[in-house]
């Protein structure tokens, strides 16, 4: 299931911009200034049909001989690309068609976008140089949220972005259809000197730490703060299970040669929507591939919400819930944390109620704490409130 680009089979009215990078002189390329090596550092607009595409930082088209030879556009860190439409049309997706681990560094810019994981066409390019070395062609699909008016994109940290097209998805305003599907996808490996986009307050080499006064100590047993990342329709919380012994901090680290999420001992983490339009249909977590003591996702739990299953030949652990609605939770063991590559969340669109079953369903809400423990009698504190198929994180005074 390729979830990032599953869209509603009833949006037929769709069209699709593509800007090829591939042909000779795209976009009176030949006329841009460059610098001594080819670089190019200054703004440009480049317009298909009714998208145009703005880049900007650091960028140039170069021939790629692992791509059989194409000329393709190639971005540099911080380099951005920004699209927009002409009034009247709105933005569904924007597919990155790229090769296989080249793409890996960019990142959606605009609050409600994702970019999903990447996704490989079985297409191969043969090696110029090299008859043997094969390189499969992969796309990646960033989604709004909701249809817009305009995404933009931005390479996070160092790493060449290596393109050779780009296909706009977009309909007019009122031929809008919101997906049946779509997908949040974060990328960890991103970590560099400050944290990417969507995770500001997690650094390299610094836990977020269970110390009130942020001292950088974390004495076992304390009092857990709960760290909330929102982004997008996505709300990720870092909270503490209380086991002895445990930490329940989070950081950014660097292990084998790859940048990831650290989770500290006794770490749950919580995954949600903060839509009721939509419902978690999984969650894969990415363990780091790179580390030959093991990424230590296979001795996770969770509730009785949901079922885990882990492949450990990729090192894949992916959550599917029991019923409709619920939210994601799943806990490090106490004696070993776990390293993250990624995190992907997919959602499904909320089936439309019908039954007076289901509406009453609807109306009574469900609590749980951040560990994810069902209570029917909240107390005061912080917990995690589902009411149909809307998961919402309350404080109750």
Same mark, same amino acid.
């Given at each position: 299931m390729v979830a990032a680009a599953l869209l509603s089979s009833s949006a037929m009215n769709a069209e699709v911009a593509t800007f090829?990078?591939?042909?000779?002189?795209?976009?009176?390329? &030949?006329?841009?200034?460059?610098?001594?090596?080819?670089?190019?550092?200054?703004?440009?607009?480049?317009?298909?049909?009714?998208?145009s595409l703005s880049l900007g930082g650091?960028? @140039? @088209?170069?021939?790629?001989?692992?791509?059989?030879?194409?000329? !393709?556009?190639?971005?540099?860190?911080?380099?951005?690309?920004?699209?927009?439409?002409?009034?009247?049309?709105?933005? @569904?997706?924007?597919?990155?068609?790229?090769?296989?681990?080249? !793409?890996?560094?960019?990142?959606?810019?605009?609050?409600?976008?994702?970019?999903?994981?990447?996704?490989?066409?079985?297409?191969?390019?043969?090696?110029?140089t090299n008859a043997g070395t094969m390189l499969g062609q992969a796309t990646r699909t960033g989604q709004c949220a909701e249809p817009s008016e305009a995404i933009g994109f931005i390479v996070g940290a160092k790493g060449t972005q290596v393109i050779s097209k780009i296909e706009v998805d977009y309909l007019k305003d009122d031929e809008v259809v919101e997906p049946q599907e779509y997908s949040a996808f974060y990328n960890f490996t991103l970590f560099g000197e400050t944290a990417m986009? &969507?995770?500001?307050?997690?650094k390299i080499g610094s836990w977020w730490t269970t110390n009130p006064d942020d001292e950088g100590v974390y004495p076992s047993g304390s009092e857990f703060r709960p760290l909330t990342i929102s982004s997008g329709n996505t709300e990720i919380t870092f909270s503490y299970d209380g086991t002895p012994g445990g930490h329940g901090n989070v950081r950014g680290t660097t292990t084998t040669k790859q940048n990831n999420l650290q989770l500290g001992k006794g770490t749950c983490l919580t995954v949600s929507t903060k839509t009721c339009d939509y419902q978690l249909l999984k969650v894969d977590l990415q363990g780091n591939r790179k580390t030959s003591s093991g990424c230590k996702l296979d001795v996770m739990k969770t509730d009785d919400n949901g079922v885990?299953?882990?492949?450990?030949?990729? @090192?894949?652990?992916?959550?599917?819930?029991?019923?409709?609605g619920a939210a994601c939770l799943l806990n490090t063991d106490p004696d070993s944390g776990a390293y993250i590559e990624s995190i992907c969340a997919v959602y499904e669109k909320v089936k439309q109620q019908t039954g007076t079953a289901d509406i009453e369903a609807a109306s009574t809400p469900v609590y749980f704490s951040l560990q994810g423990i069902r209570t029917d009698k909240p107390g005061k504190g912080l917990y995690i409130r589902r009411q149909g198929s809307k998961v919402e994180k309350v404080l109750i005074r």
């Open positions: 090829d990078f591939t042909v000779d002189n795209p976009y009176g390329w &030949d006329s841009f200034g460059k610098d001594a090596d080819g670089y190019i550092t200054e703004t440009h607009q480049l317009d298909e049909e009714v998208v650091k960028y @140039r @088209r170069l021939e790629q001989k692992a791509f059989g030879g194409l000329t !393709c556009l190639l971005l540099y860190q911080n380099t951005t690309a920004d699209f927009a439409v002409s009034d009247g049309y709105k933005i @569904r997706t924007v597919t990155f068609f790229t090769g296989k681990g080249k !793409c890996a560094q960019l990142t959606a810019a605009t609050d409600g976008a994702s970019l999903g994981a990447e996704v490989l066409t079985g297409v191969e390019y043969e090696h110029s986009i &969507d995770f500001p307050d997690i885990l299953s882990y492949d450990a030949e990729t @090192r894949l652990l992916t959550w599917t819930p029991k019923e409709a």
